[in-house]
């Protein structure tokens, strides 16, 4: 049966999250999986490289699914797009490796965090970034993301706390750009937890605020304790940007 | 009385524009009038540079108005930003010279218009650029360009056929870049009429699509008639960019 890479945008403020849910019409994968049957009428499993929580964007998620109908990658791209609200799009969809499967061949992931400098966001971008409105040192802010690099046990910084599965991931890197309104700080690694990119955007912005020290990031992964690491940050300032694979 | 300026940014589409309305709240104007007043207890004319027609954005709008109470202009900004719904920001307040006029004194206008090449607009920017779904030609739209810049009498390309004062403006240049999934047109005058950026982007569509020749543009001007100009573009993919002052 052929085998399809799709790659996905959206806006998630208005969905409860990438991953399907009981109840409720507002999923990606839901909605995807839903047109996609509808063209196929055939029972599609459309496979994401991960979830998003709910109110998190992406720029290119990559999902695969399996479909007996063979048809035209366009003209399904096309179709799909017809189909789908304006805060959903599909960039692309290819013929795959019989064997492609989006999240288990995925080799990294990149996300970015936008942190607005200032109380009132940018109008443009007001759905995409996370207003501050106070200063943070940037400095200490990248110091203490070279601790957090690596691998190491994130425990600390699962927002599940009944995860069965290992909570060792590798962070490949952190990088903080300061541009003129805005801070972004961009993850890139192996896999993410559950609201790991947030709790770590949240530790490292009380780093930023002065009110913990660089060198605690090795103690808080050390803790393997959610209560040590910072707040969970809100979900409009996320978005995922990549995800890489072999 | 202290002259202010303000520089203020938005996102059009749930307005009906600029200028204020009878029986109306959704216009840019008539909101930070509202909040002005609230604040100072005055009665306050706010003079934008111009109108922006209904659904037209702006990421640097510049009006003033007189206020007889002297504040920190900061905490202006702050008051009417904290009153101001998300889609209007205020960006900046400073004292003027006593003779500064936003609209009377503004030396040039940058308009942009962004077309998006494809049916479907990327997520992000859905609510900013025109989709247009078919190949134009840029390179015949860039020479037809030429013939519209410099001073003319633009009455062909006014949306408002009831115009009794001059149509004439010059058009310092338009800039046409193409990018990997954007047209974009960026038209620097002295002013624009009404509709008029609008209604060159719909003429040099029309060009792009090999509807019209290169050399009719000056036809076209002549004619001084607006059925012989293209369409009226769709407000949403104009954004007022900036005003510059003597």
Redesign the interface.
Known sequence: MPNYKMII???GTKYKGWQEQKNTDATIQGRLQRILERMSKEEIDLQGSGRTDAGV?A?AQVAHFHMRAFGDTEKMK?YV?EY?P?????LKVELADDRFHARLNAKSKTYEYRIFKG??????D?R?VFPIGEKLDVGSMRQAAKYLEGTHDFKAFCGNRRMKKSTVRTIVKIEIEEIEREIRLRFTGNGFLQNMVRILVGTLVEVGRGERNVEEMTEIIESRDRQRAGALMPAKGLTLMEVKYR
Request: hydrophobic residues 35%.
């Open positions: 945008q959206y806006e964007h720029r096309a797009n789908l304006e805060d959903i799009a599909v109380d009132k966001p940018d109008v443009f007001r995409y």
